[in-house]
């Protein structure tokens, strides 16, 4: 599609000087034949006048197709380019969609695919006015090539002022992403399905309101210091240009005038001239488009540059199955980037095969951060983790995500389908309707289907036509589920039953504990109804793990873990 498009416009670019120099003759014929003296036949004048009718008619539909495939071209390059980002997006690291400057990247490299589709076509129509205007340049030439330089020189600084303004306004966009982002989450916080119960309860739209006008109005006037200025000059250079024009003009019709040229010569000058200005014109506006586009596309690019920092080994061991010796942590420490706090630290423990290991501790001791080294979303900045004693880093990434099922806190609500919900934990499945619905049972979500209207079909959230929204803990049913799907060694359960009533959470962990018999389970949870059902539990603080042991050991030790656990016991009592 783009070699015919290329191929349609190259034809396309030889037509203006064609039509014109037909046009010519014609002219010079019509005189002739207006002398009075003449009596040449009339036959040549109106064969001329049919090819230039065939050549407009050749030109408007060569327009058309190449419309037609700029369209289609376009519309391609918009998806291949959404696709591409979002395929690049998914290679990279967790740690780097925490970051705000990845963010400002992928932000601005995803307006690309909006903005820029247009680019394309843009570019090309440009090397097809260079190529018209070099046919009507080289018919001038012809005639005086100085009328050639006049017309440069009188255009390139608009040429100039326009690159110059491009740069200005681009440094400017840029540096004002992360205030757009706020902008972008503004108008979200303001108007959207998820926001507007706490917004109307706090009355915060007036608040929300006024941030975004004092952030729009600073865009306003600082995009409009530069539009003016641009303005300004571009009316300037405008003014030169058109100077250049009439310069040439004049000199034309003096040499018509003076007899050194014919009328038909005459109107095909004056119509290249005018052709080529109008191109100039046209290529100016458009190169303004153009680069502004190519600098812009440097953003495009620079997302693309980022790599992931985790990545499989060259050659990875296979995942051990069944695990044999456990995951190892050898004093290992972990600081989020761009902070200076380790969130742990000296993490020394052993995960054997089967056991259950409960984690406990206060917000911000690091239980989540802990489970996330355990998958590997991060990779440890001190220590290491062994997983049978070999380094986590040295086996296959997609097999160890295999093996590990994990439940966060923050878990998703898809707004999808009752069963894509539940598939979600091993997407491979999601047509293996038995597999979802034993799920579903094991995280008694199954019960919460026989009453929905759709069952297992039924869309899920408020977003969607006919979605039904759940309650916190239903939800959380059918996260649970996910962990089911796959037949994975490690279990992880970061908290997904806060929601639960009483009841529920009981049975929830009873089927678990029966489920993973011989699995690895990782449980974090603020409930000691939950936590003593472990093997063996973990007491971090600070990052830090403060005590180890079953529930029995640590309440008859007397320290943190009995502290927390009897202040929770009091309030019961
Ligand atoms: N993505 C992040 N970027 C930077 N710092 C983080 C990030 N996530 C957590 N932290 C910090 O790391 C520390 C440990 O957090 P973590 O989420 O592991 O705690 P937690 O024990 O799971 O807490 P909670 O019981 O509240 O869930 C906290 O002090 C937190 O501020």
């Known amino acids: 599609m783009m070699l015919a498009n290329i191929l349609l416009r190259f034809i396309k670019s030889a037509l203006p000087l064609l039509i014109l120099y037909v046009g010519k003759l014609i002219i010079d014929q019509v005189m002739l034949l207006n002398n009075a003296h003449n009596t040449l036949p009339h036959t040549r ?19 058309r197709g190449i419309t037609l495939m700029d369209s289609l071209l376009g519309d391609l390059f918009a998806n291949h380019t959404s696709v591409k980002i979002m395929n690049h997006a998914a290679t990279l690291d967790l740690d780097q969609f925490e970051d705000a400057v990845f963010y400002d990247k992928l932000e601005r490299a995803r ?9 394309l076509s843009q570019v090309l129509s440009q090397l097809q006015d260079l190529i018209t205007m070099g046919f009507l340049a080289a018919g001038l030439m012809a005639f005086n090539p100085w009328l050639i330089l ?3 020189v009188t255009i390139l600084p608009a040429f100039l002022g326009e690159s110059y303004f491009n740069d200005q306004t681009y440094a400017l966009s840029r540096s004002q992403t992360p205030e757009r982002r706020e902008l972008d989450y503004l108008r979200y916080l303001g108007a959207s399905d998820e926001t507007a119960k706490e917004i109307k309860m706090f009355d915060l739209s007036a608040f929300i309101i006024a941030r975004f006008k004092t952030l729009s109005d600073m865009f306003y006037r600082d995009n409009r210091r530069i539009v003016i200025k641009r303005a300004g000059w571009g009316t300037f ?22 007899g050194n040229i014919t009328i038909g010569e005459l109107t095909f000058l004056a119509g290249s001239f005018r052709q080529l200005r109008t191109l100039l014109e046209a290529i100016l506006t458009r190169f303004t488009a153009v680069s502004q586009g190519a600098v812009y596309l440097r953003d495009f690019f620079e997302f693309f540059e980022i790599k992931p920092r985790i990545h499989p ?26 902070s200076d706090r380790w969130a742990n630290r000296h993490l020394n423990f052993t995960l054997f095969p089967g056991e259950k290991l409960a984690l ?7 239980k989540t951060t802990l489970v996330k080294l355990l998958s590997r979303l991060y990779d440890p900045t001190e220590g290491r983790i062994l997983l049978d004693g070999h380094d986590l880093k040295e086996y296959d990434l997609t097999e160890l995500r295999l093996n590990t099922g994990i439940i966060f806190q923050d878990y998703l609500r898809y707004q999808m389908t009752f069963s894509q919900n539940i598939a979600a934990g091993n997407i491979a499945e999601k047509d293996n309707i038995e597999l979802i619905q034993a799920a579903a049972k094991q995280s008694l979500a199954d019960e919460l289907a026989q009453r929905l209207p759709g069952g297992y079909g039924q869309m899920l959230g408020k977003r969607f036509f006919d979605g ?11 996260a649970i589920a996910r962990a089911y799907m796959r037949d994975a060694q490690l279990l992880i359960l970061d908290e997904p ?19 993973t018999k011989g699995r690895m389970a990782v449980l974090i949870s603020h409930r000691f109804s939950t936590v003593r059902m472990a093997d063996r539990i973990l007491v971090l603080q600070n990052g830090e793990i403060a005590e180890t042991g079953s529930h029995e050991v640590l309440l008859a030790k007397g320290g943190r873990y009995a502290e927390l656990f009897n202040l929770q016991a009091a309030g019961y009592k």
């Open 497 to 515: 039953t806060s929601a639960l009533d009483a009841r529920a959470e009981y049975e929830v962990f009873q089927r678990f504990a029966e489920l």
């Open 150 to 152: 006049l017309l440069l």
């Open 468 to 478: 039904a929204e759940l309650s916190g803990g239903e939800w959380q049913k059918v």
């Open 111 to 119: 307006q690309q695919t909006v903005g820029r589709t247009v680019l």
């Open 313 to 338: 080994p060259a050659k990875p061991l296979p995942f051990p199955n069944p695990v044999m010796q456990g995951f190892v942590f050898e004093d290992v420490g972990f600081k989020y980037i761009h």
């Open 360 to 366: 406990v501790g206060e917000n911000g001791a690091g």
């Open 45 to 63: 004048v109106w064969e001329l006048l049919g090819l230039e009718f065939g050549l407009v008619i050749l030109s408007d539909m060569l327009s």
């Open 237 to 258: 250079f405008a003014l030169l240009g058109s100077a250049g024009y009439y310069g040439a003009y004049v000199f034309i019709i003096a040499r018509t005038i003076a």
